[in-house]
């Protein structure tokens, strides 16, 4: 089905695609050295009728795509993009995006911390109070009947700091983390080892059991507790971020009260 460029690095395809099998029966792996965007590949798959579990990497994305319409921006060598494309029919599709960057976090190091709702921050190596964005999910659906729906779940690592040209940063704390600073030596094949067959597990996990079964294990990754944080959400403006509920909402104590951010971005007031 696919008639990708050949990709230009060896990957693990079959040991992988041997690992996945007792996750998810059946999927399968394609590497592809260039292409637009493995999320929106997997999605045109979708909407065309395919409803059948796949691994896409691709080594060059180029118009990988973020959340809220943003840009994602990586070089071929110093950052892992993926997606896993299956059909999908958990009970609440609430907190999905949480549990994968719980297994995604596992899968790496103790210093992977998960910034609700999507972004994985690595904070170990980072002065208290700080961190820095290491990677982020991108979760999209084709479908209208439940039982029929197709995930695509985009992740998106740094292995290296991504390079910002001559100009540099315009703020150096912003400045993205990348793997390598946690784990030496550590290449996007290995990193795909080690996350793509725990996200698989996670879905899986997720679609039976839903967002509580991931409440506690998110709870050692939240990078946000305790912090003061703004939202977007205007009933929730400003406050300090107690963690989630079974629906992976975000629980802020603001000035009027605990409420609850089930959608939206939320920064972390600087110390
Ligand atoms: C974010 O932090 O905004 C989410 C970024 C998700 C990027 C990944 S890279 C693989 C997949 N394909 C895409 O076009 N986007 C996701």
Known sequence: MASFVRPAHP???EALWQALQAEWPGITVEVAAELDSTNETLLTRARAGDRTACLLVAEHQRQGRGRQGRRWISAPGDSLTFSVGVPYAPRQWAGLSLAVGVAVAEALAPEVQIKWPNDLWCVGRAPAGEGRKLG???IETVGTAPATRQAVVGIGLNVRSPDPGPAGWPDPRNRPAGLEELLPGIDAAEVLRRVAPAVV???REFEREGFPAFRARFEARD????HTVQTTEPEAPEGVALGV?????LLVHTAAGVRT???GEVSVRPC
């Open 261 to 263: 951010v089930a959608v």
């Open 136 to 138: 982020g999910i991108l």
């Open 245 to 249: 509920d079974d629906e992976g909402a």
């Open 11 to 13: 990957w693990p395809t």
């Open 223 to 226: 990078l946000l507790r305790g």
């Open 201 to 203: 597990r996670a879905l």
